[in-house]
């Protein structure tokens, strides 16, 4: 029962919140777990992180030159995939999202993400789900030829266009990837029929692992409200002191400021904290979570797709991620509050195509 100074809610805003909460779209959460290798594989349609990207359609794969960095023009590095279906569209009854970055030191700054899709009934998979069960025979060796025929490249696992010219067998996406492999071991074994396909650990790529879904479960009460007429509620109009208005303006503003940094901080540790591992989270068409109220992208920010389309939310990363990749032992290296993917509202089908889509990057900030 309501007492005389808090008014009881009104029943019919109450149901219309109860509503709106049973309409909201559920939100998937992404965790790293260790798997075996015949899971990661193409085949699997697998979503994952590190490693060598498990192509979708072995056609038309990004080139090396949209896979450099645009600072330091250096390969950029796998990051992720996530196999993303569109329930309902028979030309995106697969669907994959793949994340790149520049991991080379002092530049680590460069992120792009490219979408492909494919019918179920397509030229590279069985019409049939795969099998849950391991193949008979595993081969754990990392694929340097697609069975398209398409050559990858030994390093890095992505479009090999350049070949070794002493054996033509080696081959590469860039002239940095062959001097590091010709120093790794391939410079000894070029000439040796058997052992060329060898591949050492050249330090490249990510640490592999799975990456597994989970609805997430969470009591909307517990979320701070992060709308602007809720941070209003927020404000810090509490200023001490006789002064003139123009200072006392000017500290209210900067107090205003503050309290909606905390509070969309707080909003994005309380919502974290319920599942502090999560490393990715899905949700076509919600808003993502920001950690910051700095560099928050403005919808003139996100580019239309080349299809005249404009780009929504599908998910973001989470920061936790970091701790897998082991950044840290990199000096310095990749680092993000948070990396937003927006992709084509329509997901246009352009074959088997790999189409880029957008990422926006948003920093840790001293605020919090």
């Known amino acids: 029962m309501a007492s005389a100074e808090t008014p009881a809610l009104d029943p019919t805003l109450a149901q219309i919140?109860?509503?709106?909460?049973?309409?909201?779209?559920?939100?998937e959460?992404?965790?790293?777990?260790?798997?075996?290798?015949?899971?990661?594989?193409?085949?699997?349609?697998?979503?994952?992180?590190?490693?060598?990207?498990?192509?979708?359609?072995?056609?038309?794969?990004?080139g090396p030159t949209e896979l450099a960095c645009p600072l330091c023009h250096r390969p950029l590095a796998f990051l992720l995939q996530l196999y993303a279906p569109l329930?309902?569209?028979?030309?995106?009854?697969?669907?994959?999202?793949?994340?790149?970055c520049c991991r080379e030191p002092p530049c680590c700054a460069a992120l792009r993400v490219f979408r492909n899709q494919l019918?179920?009934?397509?030229?590279?998979?069985?019409?049939?789900?795969?099998?849950d069960e391991p193949p008979d025979e595993v081969n754990d060796s990392p694929s340097v030829q697609l069975r398209s025929g398409?050559?990858?490249?030994?390093?890095?696992?992505?479009?090999?266009?350049?070949?070794?010219?002493?054996?033509?067998?080696a081959h590469y996406c860039s002239k940095d990837h062959q001097t590091l492999d010709w120093k790794l071991g391939h410079k000894q074994s070029c000439a040796s029929d058997n052992s060329w396909s060898e591949i050492p650990d050249h330090k490249f790529l990510f640490p592999e692992y799975e990456i597994v879904i989970e609805t997430e479960e969470i009591e909307p009460d517990s979320i701070p409200d992060c709308t602007a007429e809720g941070l209003g509620k927020c404000d810090n109009s509490e200023l001490i002191g006789s002064m003139d208005e123009a200072l006392e303006a000017e500290l209210d503003s900067m107090a205003k400021h503050e309290s909606r940094e905390d509070e969309i901080f707080q909003k994005f540790k309380t919502q974290i904290a319920l599942e502090p591992e999560q490393i990715l989270r899905y949700g076509r068409g919600i808003d993502p979570i920001w950690i910051s109220g700095e560099n928050i992208p403005q919808?003139?920010?996100?580019p239309n797709c080349p299809c005249g389309a404009r780009r929504i939310f599908e998910f973001q990363v989470m920061p936790q991620l970091l701790n897998y990749?082991?950044?840290?032992?990199?000096?310095?290296?990749?680092?993000?509050?948070?990396?937003?993917?927006?992709?084509?509202?329509?997901?246009?089908?352009?074959?088997?195509k790999y189409t880029e889509e957008f990422i926006w990057k948003q920093d840790f900030t001293d605020t919090t």
């Open 17 to 27: 919140s109860a509503q709106a909460l049973a309409l909201a779209p559920a939100v």
């Open 29 to 62: 959460l992404g965790f790293a777990v260790e798997a075996p290798g015949w899971r990661l594989r193409s085949e699997q349609f697998p979503s994952k992180v590190g490693g060598r990207p498990a192509w979708l359609s072995e056609c038309d794969l990004p």
């Open 87 to 100: 329930p309902g569209r028979d030309d995106a009854f697969h669907r994959d999202l793949f994340v790149f």
């Open 119 to 131: 019918p179920r009934k397509n030229d590279h998979y069985s019409y049939e789900p795969p099998s």
């Open 150 to 169: 398409v050559h990858l490249c030994r390093v890095c696992g992505c479009l090999g266009p350049k070949v070794c010219s002493k054996c033509h067998k």
């Open 299 to 302: 919808e003139q920010d996100i």
């Open 325 to 352: 990749l082991k950044a840290d032992r990199l000096g310095r290296s990749i680092d993000w509050g948070t990396l937003a993917v927006f992709t084509c509202v329509e997901s246009c089908s352009l074959g088997t």
